[in-house]
C-alpha cells in the first residue's frame, strides 16, 4: 500500500484527494490547506485527516508521496519541506516561480533520493498519448509545424502569475514532447488587456534544432475554452480536440503513394482521406497520478521530470521578456 497526501486543496488538490482515494492500492492518508472549513469539507468527502499545518500533517502522516497544489509563489518552501520528510513529490505545474528556484527543487530531491514530477496534465491526455505514439512511428513523415491552441475566459483565482506561466507552460512542454528537439530562437507578442498584474493573451513563434516551427495562441480572452493542436508534416496533419479527447489525421492525397519522393513537393498539398483514430477516455489527472505512483512503487523514472518543467518554465520566462522587450530572444537549452 503506497500512502499519499495532498497540500493545497483549492480547486486542482481538491481533485488530486479524489483520485488518490480512487487509486487501488493508494491510501489518502492526510490533506493540509490553510482554510479550515475547506480542508474539514474535503477530508469528510474523501474519508481521510485534515491539517491546517502542512508541516504537522508532513510529521503525523508520514506519506510516502504527496501532491502539492499550492500557489506557485510557495512551490519552493513547500516542495522543500515534503522532500526532506522523505516523501516524493509531484507539484503542479508550473514547477516554481523562478528559475532559481526549480533548479534548487531538482538539487534537493536528487540530494534526497527521492522523486520529484511536474504535473503538466496534457502530457496524459489520452488523445495526446496516442498522437505521440503515431508521430514516433512515422506516420506523419517529417514534421514541419505545430500549433498550439489555448484560449478561454479569465480564471479569477489566478492571481500570481500571467497567462503565459500558467497557461502557455502546458503547450511548451507538449511542444518539446512531441518535437523532441530544443528550442534555439522564439518570439512573443504579448498584451494585457483584463489582468490587473500581468499579461492575458500571447501570441508566439518557436524555431527548434530540427527546423521545426511551433506556434502558440494563448488568452484568457475567449467566452469559450478552445484546446487544439494541430502537427503538420509531409504526409498530412494531425488535429487533437484536447477537450474531447479527438485525434484526427487529414491526409495528404500526394503523400499516400508507397513511394514518397522530394518530387512529389513540388506538386503541392491535396486532400485525402480524414482518420479520425479510436480513443479509450480516461480522466488525464487519472491517469497522471496513477503513472506516479507507479514510478514510485516501481522504482522508476518519473514521466514528467523536474528538468521538463524546469525547461518549460524557462521557455515561459524568455516568451515573457520577449513580449515586453519586443526582442527575438536566443535559447541555448
Known amino acids: 500500500m503506497i ?67 499550492v500557489p506557485t509563489c510557495y512551490h519552493r518552501q513547500v516542495v522543500l519541506d515534503a522532500l526532506d520528510a522523505g516523501c516524493h513529490v509531484l507539484v503542479e505545474k508550473p514547477i516554481s516561480a523562478t528559475v532559481a528556484e526549480g533548479e534548487e527543487l531538482i538539487a534537493r530531491a536528487q540530494a534526497r533520493g527521492r522523486k520529484l514530477m511536474v504535473g503538466h ?3 496524459f491526455n489520452p488523445a495526446i498519448e496516442v498522437l505521440k505514439a503515431q508521430l514516433d512511428a512515422g506516420e506523419l513523415g517529417r514534421i514541419f509545424q505545430v500549433r498550439c491552441r489555448r484560449l478561454g475566459p479569465f480564471p479569477t483565482r489566478i492571481q500570481d502569475v500571467g497567462v503565459v506561466i500558467d497557461l502557455a507552460t502546458h503547450d511548451l512542454d507538449i511542444l518539446r514532447h512531441l518535437v523532441g528537439s530544443p528550442v534555439v530562437r522564439l518570439y512573443a507578442e504579448t498584451e494585457q488587456k483584463i489582468h490587473t498584474a500581468h499579461e492575458d493573451t500571447m501570441i508566439a513563434t518557436l524555431r527548434f534544432a530540427n527546423g521545426v516551427i511551433g506556434s502558440l495562441d494563448i488568452d484568457w480572452l475567449t467566452p469559450t475554452k478552445i484546446r487544439e493542436i494541430t502537427v503538420t508534416g509531409e504526409r498530412g496533419m494531425f488535429l487533437v480536440d484536447d477537450l474531447n479527447q479527438e485525434l484526427y489525421l487529414y491526409e495528404n492525397q500526394e503523400a499516400t503513394a508507397e513511394q514518397w519522393s522530394n518530387l512529389t513537393i ?27 505512483v507507479s514510478a514510485v512503487r516501481e522504482d522508476r523514472p518519473v514521466p514528467v521530470s523536474g528538468t521538463d518543467g524546469l525547461r518549460a518554465l524557462e521557455l515561459a520566462q524568455a516568451l515573457v521578456r520577449s513580449g515586453q522587450t519586443g526582442q527575438v530572444i536566443e535559447i541555448d537549452e
Open 3 to 69: 500512502t499519499a497526501a495532498v497540500i493545497g486543496v483549492g480547486s486542482m488538490g481538491q481533485n488530486h484527494a479524489r483520485v488518490y482515494r480512487e487509486l487501488p492500492g493508494v491510501e489518502l492518508v492526510g490533506i493540509a490547506d490553510l482554510d479550515q472549513a475547506t480542508v474539514q469539507r474535503i477530508a469528510r468527502l474523501c474519508n481521510t485527516h485534515p491539517f491546517t499545518d502542512y508541516r504537522q500533517m508532513l510529521d503525523t502522516c508520514r506519506p510516502d508521496l504527496v501532491s502539492v497544489a
Open 121 to 123: 496534465i496534457v502530457r
Open 266 to 292: 513540388l506538386h503541392g498539398v491535396s486532400v485525402g482521406r480524414m482518420i479520425r483514430y479510436p480513443i479509450s477516455r480516461r480522466e488525464p489527472l487519472y491517469v497522471e497520478l496513477e503513472a506516479f
